[in-house]
């Protein structure tokens, strides 16, 4: 099987919790599906992942996704194009963001819904954004990803997604 990773938080020089926690994800995985191909999409035409992996391929795309604009044209435009030129046949999201006019099947890592219960903390162009694109992406995933059960346990009560379908 053939996966694309949206990759903006898994590029070189990113050391926040989710960015360690995406790439640690991601080589344990590609180390465990072997067989399968993972397309790391990145934005920005210097953006490397910290390290190679065996069955792991980067792809730069002309587009930074750290602003509201950019990040909605990496994730309308850019990523649906990387999917159908490299002919994949899911997209991974370790930082929850994925593309809504894909209809490939999704897997997300939503890490958590702090921007719903502490709204403040969120810069409010960016808030608008997760609010507008996170109850879309769970209900729109195949499956979803998360870290704790508190986590699990928002997504279904906010966003009404059967507990069966959140890991």
């Known amino acids: 099987m053939r996966w694309l990773v949206s990759g903006r938080i898994l590029k070189e020089g990113r050391q926040e919790g989710m960015a360690r926690f995406g790439r640690e994800l991601l080589f344990r995985v590609q180390q ?3 067989d399968h191909q993972w397309i790391v999409a990145l934005d920005g035409r210097h953006s490397r992942l910290p390290y190679q992996l065996p069955n792991v391929r980067e792809v730069r795309l002309p587009v930074s996704a750290d602003n509201p ?3 909605l044209a990496y994730l309308e435009f850019w990523l649906p194009l990387t999917a159908r030129r490299w002919r ?8 929850g963001w ?3 006019t894909t209809r490939l099947p999704l897997l997300p890592v939503i890490h958590d819904l702090n921007f719903e219960v502490e709204p403040r903390w969120v810069a409010p162009h960016w808030r608008h954004l997760y609010r507008l694109y996170f109850p879309r992406i769970a209900t729109r995933s195949h499956r979803i990803l998360t870290v ?3 986590s699990r346990q928002a ?3 906010l966003y009404r997604v059967n507990y069966e379908k959140i890991n």
């Open 98 to 100: 994925l593309p809504l």
């Open 155 to 157: 997504i279904h009560t």
């Open 69 to 71: 604009p950019g990040m």
């Open 148 to 150: 704790s059960e508190f």
């Open 32 to 34: 465990s599906l072997s």
């Open 88 to 95: 994949v046949q899911a997209i991974f999201g370790p930082d």
